[in-house]
């Protein structure tokens, strides 16, 4: 057995970090003499078990201590009579024996039954991981042996362990920037949850793998080569979607496994901002792209602070793939950044400290390269991950997370729609609490209910917290109340109604039909039930109930047919500027017409059209040019109006020529310069011509001439850039 400590020592040493490689062989001999006579339900010797969750943690990069918790971690627990954690600390020191006692279950304490030991369990084990967290990593590491040998326990056990992995341990993973873990977990898990569904995605996973099994490899050089052509420094990954990913998509989204198109993926890593979208364009020129697959979260990042561009491609064997691609300052932040992903699940409140904290323990987990030595950073890794979260536990002791200061209404229908409908009352740690009481972690939360009671009440909405309580609450109202709903919904609409005005009943009720219809719905009683139950606001149908009232009982008089300029006045008074001044008069109806796209400060001419009011050119729009012979008298003399010229807080889409270069980083160097200039781009293509110049019709928003003036100016020192004209080619 020693040769398995030997083992271990052989792998840290490789490392070139400065472990305490005696008291390591100490706590192995501890461990191996505590545990003599013991064996798992395998049939193996029971001192595998500790060795395996040491090598685990030393795979994870931890220090000294931690190597010494995970050899000793089961010790007290199943050895009371030979050691305590007197004895631990005495001969390991505190640090050890405080993660050892973190690890071991309460087995001194009495207990009902197995449930209460199991609850008090996992709540120490929270407690101190706040206090150390170096605790949830030797945790993982003992889960993940535990799943990989879960075999030889009896089915109950193994159905009941891999439910608590997926529910608390592969979630812990994630949120520490375990992915590798995470994803280890959660297949274990799926195995013994799911094990027909697990078998078939791993079949067809077998089966299209080993149809294409070099394509990875030989699509990483493909694109390795190109990019090399092009001066670009990179650095490719290559990975296949794992089988609980893919399980998920099947079986939650709905989707077969020939829809999961990014199965395959290669990662791109560069140096910098603008090789990105480089290669971004060698990668659409190298492969056809699938449609609507696209993703720039680098110019639009998402919420959690990842930045990377995505897009699906079509290999040259007809196989899709997805490609990713990034800075390495990007491709830190998505692996180590668990501060970015916090901040988008729980709230930023801790500022820059905890991201460096966070970001920190990230990379003492997954960057086993690492040349730091774990005791010089351990003391600084004391943090309460789940500050922004609280963890309950129910009478027979699961783990419920809710979000911060949700209460007893939230925990029940968290538990189940029928246990909140039936709610009277709670109690928290044995006490009788208001049901709208804030829960804390930790707390054990027990919800009192009465097969007499008649359902929540409609003040609950108001109370609950979650998305998921309100949303059960409206639907037992929805099915159990229609009737009343129908009334209070009534009610509602009908005091909406009354504030735009008189109308008959008759009159009403077509109002409601055609907002019912509207909205998707059959009949008024179907639009009623959903206003009395919460299902819809009022807000949200207020707008077309005022239309619908509008055109039923206040209709409009139909316009007339604009076919001169003499009726321009008439029109004029029903309607609002809009920035043109038409012969003196402000407010004609006018639309800019899209064969030139006027902008403020350009000459204009207006042109009389046949129903809709007057169009506006510019004066040397080429349609405004063929007019000038044959409808003379329709062109109507125009002008901006004062200060538009200047500005236009919405703007005006202007349209543009670039010809240039054929030169694959065009595009982005026009989109950068766009984005510096806080410019929005509204369109962009571009059309190769035979003589190696390239042509980019554009569209961007622009406030006035001088405004586009300026942008042009900036377009045409981008090197490469020939000309520039308005409008797009034909």
């Known amino acids: 057995m020693n040769e398995n400590v030997d083992s271990l020592i052989a792998g840290l040493e490789k490392t070139g970090k400065k472990y305490n490689f005696d008291k390591i062989r100490k706590a192995f001999e501890y461990a191996n003499a505590l545990h003599e006579g013991q064996f798992r339900k395998s049939g193996e010797k029971y001192i595998c078990h500790p060795i395996a969750v040491a090598e685990i943690v030393a795979d994870f990069g931890l220090d000294t201590d931690s190597i010494c918790a995970a050899l000793l971690h089961d010790t007290i627990e199943d050895c009371p009579d030979k050691i305590d954690i007197a004895t631990i600390k005495q001969e390991f020191g505190t640090q050890v024996a405080e993660l050892v006692d973190g690890l071991t279950k309460l ?43 879960l075999d030889a326990q009896p089915e109950e056990k193994r159905r009941r362990i891999a439910l608590e992995t997926m529910h608390v341990y592969a979630p812990l993973a ?33 089966r299209k793998f080993g149809q294409n099994q070099d394509f990875i490899e030989n699509t990483k050089a493909q694109i390795l080569e190109k990019l090399s052509e092009n001066g670009i420094e990179s650095t490719l990954e290559g990975r296949v979607k794992s089988v609980y990913s893919i399980y998920r998509k099947m079986f939650k ?45 680098i ?19 007809g196989i899709p793939f997805e490609v990713q691609i990034r800075t ?19 709230g930023d409140k801790g500022g820059m400290e905890l991201d460096k904290k966070l970001e920190w323990i990230s990379k003492l987990v997954e960057n086993e390269s690492s040349t730091l030595d774990p005791d010089d950073f351990i003391d600084a890794l004391k943090i309460d991950i789940f500050s922004d979260e609280t963890f309950v536990f129910t009478p027979r002791g699961d783990v419920i997370t809710l979000p ?34 804030t829960l804390h972690n930790g707390e054990i939360v027990e919800v009192i209910t009465s097969s007499s009671t008649k359902g929540p009440s ?17 639907q037992w109202f929805k099915k159990e109340k229609r009737e009343e709903n129908i009334i209070t919904g009534k009610d509602e609409i009908a005091a909406e109604i009354k504030r735009y005005g008189k109308c008959t009943q008759d009159q009403f009720d077509e109002i409601v039909l055609n907002t019912a219809q509207r909205n998707g719905m059959e009949s008024a009683d179907d639009l009623y039930n959903m206003i009395g139950y919460g299902g819809l606001s009022m807000s949200k149908i207020s707008r077309r109930l005022k239309e619908e009232f509008d055109r039923i009982v206040t209709p409009e008089p139909e316009e007339p047919q604009i076919t001169d300029i003499s009726q321009i006045q008439t ?53 405004i040019m063929a007019e000038l012979g044959k409808n003379k008298d329709r062109l109507v003399t125009v002008e901006w109006r004062r200060g538009e010229i200047e500005s236009r807080s919405n703007g005006y889409e202007a349209l543009l020529q670039i010809f240039s270069e054929d030169r694959i980083s065009m595009l982005a160097d026009i989109s950068s310069a766009l984005a510096e200039m806080r410019v929005s781009i509204t369109q962009i293509y571009s059309q190769k011509k035979s003589d190696g110049e390239t042509i980019i019709n554009i569209a961007v928003t622009c406030k006035n001439v001088s405004h586009l003036h300026s942008i042009v100016a900036r377009l045409k020192s981008i090197p490469g850039v020939n000309d520039i004209k308005r409008g797009y080619a034909k």
């Not at 603008?274 to 290669?279: F, K, L, S, V």
Request: aromatic share 10%; glycine share 8%; proline share 3%.
């Open 107 to 149: 087995v001194q304490l009495q207990f009902a039954d197995k449930e209460d030991v199991h609850m008090e369990s996992l709540r120490k084990m929270f407690l101190a991981m706040a206090k150390d967290v170096r605790v949830i990593f030797i945790k993982l590491a003992d889960r993940m042996h535990n799943m990989r040998t």
């Open 571 to 623: 029109v004029a008074s029903k309607h609002g500027g809009n920035g043109v001044i038409v012969d003196g008069e402000e407010g004609c109806v006018v639309k800019f017409a899209k064969c030139c796209n006027p902008l403020p400060g350009d000459a204009i001419v207006g042109f009389i059209t046949k129903g809709f009011g007057i169009s506006i050119h510019k004066y040397d729009c080429p349609n």
């Open 253 to 297: 989204q709905g989707k077969n496994f020939d829809e999961i198109y990014d199965f395959y993926a290669v990662r791109i890593i560069v140096n910098t901002e603008i090789e990105c979208y480089t290669a971004l364009g060698i990668i659409h020129e190298m492969y056809n792209t699938i449609p609507g697959r696209f993703k720039d979260y």
């Open 404 to 437: 911060q200061d949700a209460n007893c209404i939230d925990f029940a229908y968290r538990i189940h729609s029928d246990v909140g409908n039936r709610m009277v009352g709670a109690k928290v740690n044995g006490v009788i609490v208001p049901i709208d009481r």
């Open 299 to 317: 110019s639009i990042p998402k919420p959690n602070m990842y930045r990377s561009l995505h897009t699906t491609v079509i290999g040259r064997d």
């Open 174 to 206: 994630h949120r520490l920037g375990m992915q590798r873990v995470k994803q280890e977990l959660e297949n274990e898990s799926l195995s013994y949850l799911d094990p027909e569904g697990f078998d078939a995605v791993k079949q067809d996973i077998a």
């Open 328 to 346: 390495w300052e990007m491709h830190r932040v998505a692996e180590f950044g668990i501060a970015a992903h916090w901040k988008y699940k729980s």
């Open 458 to 474: 409609r003040d609950w909405l108001k109370i609950a917290k979650t998305s998921e309580a309100k949303a059960k609450i409206r």
